[in-house]
């Protein structure tokens, strides 16, 4: 494995759970999510400008849309934001316009992890909230043609590590109460999925899978909550460099920057004890990782109706 290298801290937005960190090649800029404090941040690395706007519910993850505009995923539907108006003006918060409800009858669930396929859908899922996590999260793919439709994927307590080949027919996904990532065939028309078959087995004592990147060599990027770092998972499946992260929970990464060259974390102090969040004062924090080559991959976008 080559030679672990420092994690940077380049935004100190201490959110209260950050998640869902992603690359826009158009703006150059990161965007991510505070799930629990209900907003939505936005960093240009290049000038260090950083902006961020409050949502009126918690969002679960976000996608870049082929129009420019941003689709956001909050607890319960979907919406689309204006992200042009946004940066024109001072608001604070952002025009959204309702696409679609996400399971308005299950109290229990809320949206979770997500990722734009290769195709210009969305794919997400919800995951339980309740004390018990158990698996009556699903897995969904939305599509301007045909809104949102339900993947034939198992139940998830806490779904993860969604992600696709650079081909967009296989799909990554897991559950983080399981300690493993999971692959499977991926048909964005029909929205359907194939039979899963583990891709990587995960040590607990390592942490838990949280969000994951593929990169341009066909790897896994998967950030590991409670473990204080990002591995990658070589195409077969084992781990061929770790990152360490200088707090305890990274959340989600992204391969970014104008090179594609730069690893990307958020991280979030969600859980933590007093001790831990005074230990660690800047977890729900971002952070950089130069890779030293281009291995990156451009964010995928969702079409909107």
Known sequence: MDRPVAARLIVSSRCAHGEGVLWCERR???????????????????????????????????????????????????????????????????????????????????????????????????????????????????????????????????????????????????????DVIQRCDYEPDAAWTGTPHPFARVDPAGGAADGSALDAGGGLWNARWGGARVVRHAPDGNIDRVFPVPVPQPSCCTIGGAGLDTLYVITSPQG????????FPESGS???????????????RVALP
Not at 272 to 279: K, Q
Not at 288 to 299: D, H, S, W
Request: proline share 6%; with cysteine; charged share 20%.
């Open 286 to 300: 971002l952070y950089a990782i130069p890779l030293g080559r281009a291995c990156g991959l451009p964010e995928s």
């Open 28 to 178: 150059q800029a990161l965007f991510w999510v505070d799930i629990d404090g209900a907003r939505l941040w936005m960093h240009s690395p290049a000038d260090g400008a950083t902006r961020n706007w409050s949502l009126p519910d918690r969002p679960g993850c976000i996608a870049l849309a082929t129009s420019g505009e941003l689709l956001l995923v909050l607890a319960k539907a979907m919406f689309r934001a204006d992200l042009d108006a946004a940066l024109g003006a001072e608001a604070t918060t952002l025009a959204l316009s309702h696409l679609a409800d996400v399971e308005p009858n299950e109290p229990r669930t809320r949206s979770n992890d997500g990722r734009a396929d290769r195709h210009g859908n969305f794919v997400f899922g919800t995951m339980d909230e309740s004390a018990e996590k158990s698996p009556v999260g699903n897995f969904y793919q939305y599509s301007a043609a045909h809104g949102l439709r339900r993947l034939p994927l198992p139940g998830a307590a806490i779904p993860n590590s969604i992600c696709f080949s650079a081909d967009g027919r296989t799909l990554y996904f897991c559950d983080s109460m399981q």
């Open 272 to 279: 933590l004890d007093d001790a831990a969040r005074e230990a």
